[in-house]
């Protein structure tokens, strides 16, 4: 049984930081990523890995304050959040996808394979 599962999320207050990790399970993935969405929105790509490390892929509004690296001895994704601002605020998802892609593909939810449950980041002013 596959299952993502996300821990890390928390209160913090702007311009802090935090660490989110999604341990996978199952089986391994090629490409994962973190998703999010604020209430009222639709849920918005943040970050991609391919297998290797090799292709790291950001959201514009999150590029040069996230950094999202794998642990593949571990199965284990992780995105660390730098300068937190109020607007990233929101639940963080965990996705992965079976296979690799390229190309504008990799920042749709349809994607992505499995997901995990989220995890709410709330960052205060």
């Known amino acids: 049984q596959v299952q993502l599962v996300e821990s890390g999320g928390g209160l913090v207050q702007a311009g802090g930081s935090l660490r989110l990790s999604c341990a996978a399970s199952g089986r391994t993935f090629s490409r994962m990523g973190w998703f999010r969405q604020a209430p009222g929105k639709e849920r918005e790509f943040v970050a991609a890995?391919?297998?290797?490390?090799?292709?790291?892929y950001y959201a514009t509004s999150v590029k040069g304050r996230f950094t999202i690296s794998r642990d593949n001895t571990k199965n284990t994704v992780y995105l660390q959040m730098n300068s937190l601002n109020p607007e990233d605020t929101a639940v963080y998802y965990c996705?992965?996808?079976?296979?690799?892609?390229?190309?504008?593909?990799?920042?749709?939810?349809?994607?992505?394979?499995?997901w995990g449950q989220g995890t709410q980041v709330t960052v205060s002013a």
């Open positions: 890995i391919s297998w290797n490390s090799a292709g790291t």
């Open positions: 996705a992965a996808a079976r296979t690799g892609a390229s190309g504008s593909v990799i920042y749709s939810t349809e994607a992505y394979d499995y």
